[in-house]
C-alpha cells in the first residue's frame, strides 16, 4: 500500500498543530498506537493525546515545522524542528531539532511513532541552573 497521502495529511496535521486540535489524533493515529520519545513511552491514542495535551501546558505557542521526510513501504522517517516558548524560564523562542520514524498500519494511521531528539543538548542545556551543569560536563567530557 502506498502511504504519501496520509503521510501529507499527517505532515499537515502536525505543522497547523493546535490544542483545540489535539483531539482529531485519533484520526491519525491507531487506538493501541505506541509511542515513544526521551520522557515518555505508552501505548494508546488516549495517553498519546495526553502527552500532546501536556505540551500545551508546559510551554506557550508550540509548533512543529517537518524540514524532511522519506517514505518507504510503511515506514516513514521526518525531520522536524519544534518551535516553543518555554513558560517559566525565558520568553525566547526555542528549537529543538528531531526526528521520528512512523510506521503505518494497513488503515494508513499510525501504529508507531518513534521521536529521536538529544535532551541533554536541545533542552537541558538551555535551562538556568541545569544549563550551565551540562554545558560544564559537556567541556569535561571533550577534553
Known amino acids: 500500500m502506498n502511504h504519501q497521502a496520509h503521510l ?3 505532515i ?6 493546535a490544542l483545540e486540535r489535539v483531539h482529531q489524533l485519533a484520526e491519525f493515529y491507531t487506538a493501541d498506537a505506541y509511542f515513544k520519545d526521551p520522557f515518555n513511552e505508552v501505548h494508546g491514542i488516549e ?3 495526553h502527552i500532546f495535551t501536556h505540551m500545551f501546558a508546559q510551554v506557550d505557542g508550540p509548533r ?9 513501504d510503511e515506514h516513514a522517517f521526518l525531520t ?3 518551535l516553543f516558548r518555554m513558560k517559566r ?3 525566547e523562542e ?15 494511521r499510525v501504529e508507531f ?7 541533554a543538548e536541545e533542552l537541558y542545556e538551555k535551562l538556568p541552573v541545569l544549563g550551565a551543569l551540562m554545558r560544564g560536563l559537556k567541556r569535561m567530557a571533550r577534553n
Open 47 to 49: 495517553k498519546i493525546t
Open 64 to 72: 512543529f515545522i517537518v524540514t524532511g521526510s522519506v517514505l518507504q
Open 12 to 17: 499537515e496535521f502536525f505543522d497547523q498543530i
Open 80 to 82: 522536524w524542528d519544534f
Open 94 to 108: 526555542q528549537c529543538i531539532r528531531g526526528a521520528t520514524h512512523i510506521r503505518f498500519a494497513n488503515d494508513g
Open 89 to 91: 524560564f525565558s520568553a
Open 8 to 10: 501529507k495529511a499527517l
Open 113 to 119: 511513532h518513534r521521536d529521536y531528539w538529544d535532551a
